[in-house]
């Protein structure tokens, strides 16, 4: 695996790469992100990985400085994945001067959910996506399927600019008690670690009920909330919607996803689960 960290270097390696499959990441990867690098060589020549935390899209007080960063174990990970090239640049070689120019996902993506929680998140998570895309220029590009409503604002940002890039999701991997796997969750404690398998079991019981034909949505949000905030969680939201475009659905609508984020202890947790 050759590593790069400027953009002329990935975009000279790039130049003879045929088909390129571009997987972008924060590092401190797990079995989640190995499974899109695995996954991305199906659909490509070669594989491009990114490690770049981005400022953009952290709020202040929540975790840029303190977020894993765990190079070395990463570019171990990539290499026996069969990894072609990684792209890890500086914050000064993708931002060698404030950002003035942003992508700005349409209200109604961008302050729903985690947009509703985490106020121009997704703007970052836009803008830095895009130059991703504008510096290693894929054919495709992966995304994990857990952090839904990202992938969701970055197909429609494709479709809307008409970026000749096919977006793939990866299902989301798990532990064998269920937990999706996160770079955050090396932030709990073992106790918070027994309890938090709960999120995704909370969301089975609302997917068990939706498939008896409970439509009664407000109520089946209400009480996964109830259920996790008695265990000690504090929930941001537990909430049903359709998986196309994450608004609100009706009682005959199918296609549904059921979305649910939470703070157990210092760390917030997201996961979700197709119907």
């Given amino acids: 695996m050759k590593i790069h960290d400027t953009i002329a270097g990935l975009r000279a390696a790039r130049s003879s790469a045929g088909r390129i499959a571009l997987v972008p990441t924060m590092g401190n990867l797990h079995d989640g992100h190995i499974a899109l690098m695995r996954q991305a060589r199906e659909h490509a020549d070669t594989v491009i990985a990114t490690i770049f935390v981005n400022r953009l899209q952290f709020r202040p007080g929540e975790d840029f400085d303190k977020y894993p960063r765990t190079f070395a174990a990463d570019c171990e990970r990539l290499t026996a994945a069969g990894v072609d090239h990684l792209f890890a640049p ?3 070689e993708m931002y060698p001067r404030p950002q003035g120019y942003h992508v700005m996902p349409p209200p109604e993506q961008d302050d729903a959910l985690e947009g509703a929680v985490r106020p121009g998140h997704f703007r970052g998570v836009a803008t830095v996506v895009m130059k991703l895309f504008q ?14 409503q990202q992938l969701m604002v970055i197909r429609n940002m494709v479709q809307d600019l008409n970026l000749p890039i096919d977006i793939v999701g990866g299902e989301t991997i798990r532990a064998a ?11 709990l404690t073992p106790q918070e670690r027994k309890e938090a398998p709960k999120l995704f079991h909370v969301l089975t019981k609302v997917v068990e009920k939706l498939q008896q ?5 407000p109520v089946l949000e209400r009480l996964a909330v109830e259920e996790l905030n008695s265990c000690g969680w504090m929930t941001d939201y537990v909430a049903v919607r359709k998986k196309s475009d994450l608004q609100l659905p009706a009682a005959h609508d199918s296609g549904l996803v059921v979305l649910a984020a939470a703070k157990l202890g210092s760390t917030r947790l997201i996961d979700n689960l197709e119907v």
């Fill in 90 to 92: 500086s914050e000064t």
């Fill in 177 to 187: 008690d269920g937990l999706a796997l996160s770079s955050r969750n090396g932030y």
């Fill in 135 to 148: 510096i290693a220029q894929p054919q495709v590009a992966l995304f994990g399927k857990k952090d839904y």
């Fill in 213 to 217: 034909k409970n439509r009664e949505f």
